[in-house]
């Protein structure tokens, strides 16, 4: 929920608007947004596996030592904890990664790993005027959907990946285990788990009816307070988004495209490892 009100803040989205490329006269949406996304991972973030050392300009010697509460100057930007690392190369010098939640700053640092990258990316797609959810798998990884409004429904955007509508390549091409992945907006929490599996049958057997019944439960509770704020002609809108999607769930075919079977692309082979993703 912080997340998603940063993106309301009018600085913030002045400064986006003065860096990302422009949309041209007639590109639809899905082009637009596909441009973004080729800007965004391949000209503006970079990932971190770890930070460089500012005085050897290279993560070469760079150890990890701990991770900690932030200091007070981090959590200005909201970070509440920081990787403490120690250069080998230059004699022990510390260096620092908080982990910032501010996308004002991190339109500054330009760099982290899915966190960093979906939490900047979605305050972009918010600044573009797309409906926009930031998606947490509750395995560890976390990503955005947009709103396509010429095509009806939401589309599964990664940005660290440059994907867009793959949303099988979590289960069909990093060989993870889904089972909760729920999306926030600034109206709603909703459970988007069947959009993310290829057969949703067997991953709802996998999910405890107290689980269940937990997660049910905290979203209504979250949800009622939120529909509280909107119009009437917000709700009605949702509600239609909500039908339609709910539709969409269960005439899925199973299909898997070719993009998701694609292992995963984003951090280092060593950090994947440790990872167990590889
Ligand atoms: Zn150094």
Wanted: with cysteine; net charge neutral; proline share 3%.
């Amino acid at each position: 929920m912080q997340l998603i009100s940063n993106y309301k803040d009018l600085e913030t989205q002045k400064r986006i608007k003065e860096i990302i490329p422009k949309r041209k006269e007639n590109s639809t949406s899905k082009k637009y947004v596909k441009e973004l996304l080729h800007w965004y991972k391949n000209d503006f973030f970079t990932w971190c596996n770890k930070p460089k050392c500012p005085l050897c300009n290279s993560d070469k010697n760079i150890i990890s030592v701990e991770t900690c509460a932030s200091n007070e100057e981090e959590k200005q930007y909201q970070s509440y904890r920081t990787e403490v690392y120690k250069c080998q190369g230059c004699g022990g010098n510390e260096v620092r990664f908080p982990r910032y939640n501010s996308p004002i700053k991190l339109l500054e640092t330009k760099t982290g790993r899915c966190g960093e990258w979906a939490n900047l990316f979605g305050a972009i797609l918010f600044t573009c005027n797309f409906k926009t959810r930031f998606v947490n798998n509750y395995e560890d990884h976390v990503w955005n959907e947009f709103y396509n409004e010429e095509e009806k429904r939401w589309i599964h955007i990664d940005s660290c990946e440059e994907a867009y509508d793959t949303p099988l390549v979590y289960e069909q091409g990093w060989g993870r285990a889904m089972t909760f992945i729920v999306a926030t907006s600034d109206e709603e929490i909703v459970d988007i788990t069947p959009r993310y599996v290829k057969d949703w049958s067997i991953i709802k057997e996998r999910r405890s009816d107290i689980m269940e019944n937990t997660l049910k439960s905290v979203i209504n509770k979250i949800n009622n307070d939120l529909y509280m704020k909107l119009s009437d002609e917000e709700k009605n809108k949702l509600s239609e988004r909500r039908i339609k999607e709910k539709e969409e769930f269960e005439s899925k075919t199973g299909n898997v495209k070719e993009e998701e079977k694609i292992p995963r692309q984003s951090g280092s082979e060593d950090w994947k490892k440790e990872r167990g993703e590889i």
